[in-house]
């Protein structure tokens, strides 16, 4: 089956407003921004998303919240951003905050499946007790707590509840991909992408290098294309680097 498509604007085209959306990268590496321009550009608003973290002011998700076309956000890291600070602090974005190793089981667990499991990782804190600011009002109190998980002990060692990610749209980019869906991801851009491509219910991926089918050695493949839906070819242009630290030479 061939699920290339000719443009992003035709893969995002039916995403619509109030949709939950699995969104990879890490920082600005493998963000697949040229979908989320896309998205931009489309006019779907109420969105949900869930991605590590929520790009930059003017680049990756941040564009999408600088137009305030995001509604909710689970991640695990918002320290670079400025406009979802202040949309999260004047109760305009609610936000649910995640270990990033939960959070990234969490996206693989609902890609496999498994609807919850078990992890030590948060227990004693807000993160099972519950009471974490998901949502502020105007006057910085807090309008929507996080509310208290399940735990239980095993083998004598506490653990916390956590379910399992879903998503109807998810929006990656690889490295390569074949027209049946098969990707690879080169270095550190294989970080939420392939977990956040389990997770969504129609998968659309944006890729740097396009082969026909069977050309990728099935011992490279990271993901299979049994989780992909639709494919774009926009080759390896844009990247930007999140923050630039060199020494003085």
């Known amino acids: 089956m061939n699920k290339v498509l000719a443009s992003c604007a035709e893969a995002v085209a039916d995403i619509p407003s109030g949709a939950s959306l699995a969104v990879g990268g890490f920082g600005l590496n493998g963000i697949p921004h040229n979908l989320i321009q896309a998205l931009l550009e489309q006019g779907a608003t109420d969105l949900v998303t ?13 564009v999408l919240l600088d137009h305030k ?3 909710r956000t689970t991640g695990s890291y918002v320290g670079e951003n400025k406009e979802f600070e ?12 995640v270990p990033q190793g939960t959070l990234a ?22 993160v099972a ?4 600011p998901w949502k502020h009002n105007p006057d910085g109190s807090v309008a929507v707590p996080s509310p208290k998980k ?7 060692r ?4 956590e379910r399992g990610i879903v998503c109807d749209f998810a ?16 270095k550190a851009t294989r970080n939420f992408n392939p977990l956040c491509a389990m997770a969504g219910k129609i998968t659309i991926v944006e890729c740097e290098e396009l082969v026909d089918a069977g050309e990728i050695d099935p011992e490279d493949v990271h993901l299979p294309g049994i989780f992909v839906q639709r494919i774009v070819k926009v080759g390896p242009h844009g990247k930007r680097i999140e923050r630039i630290t060199t020494r003085t030479r």
């Open 50 to 62: 869930v991605s590590n973290n929520c790009g930059v002011d003017g680049w990756g998700l941040g």
């Open 69 to 71: 076309r995001v509604r």
């Open 86 to 97: 202040r949309q999260y602090l004047s109760g305009e974005l609610e936000v649910e905050l």
């Open 105 to 126: 089981e969490r996206l693989r667990a609902g890609g496999c499946g498994i609807p919850a499991f078990f992890t030590p990782a948060g227990v004693g804190t807000l």
């Open 129 to 132: 007790d519950g009471g974490l």
């Open 150 to 156: 399940e735990t239980r002990t095993f083998d004598g």
């Open 158 to 161: 506490e653990y916390v509840m």
């Open 171 to 186: 929006l990656v980019r690889a490295s390569v991909a074949d027209t049946a869906g098969n990707l690879i991801f080169h």
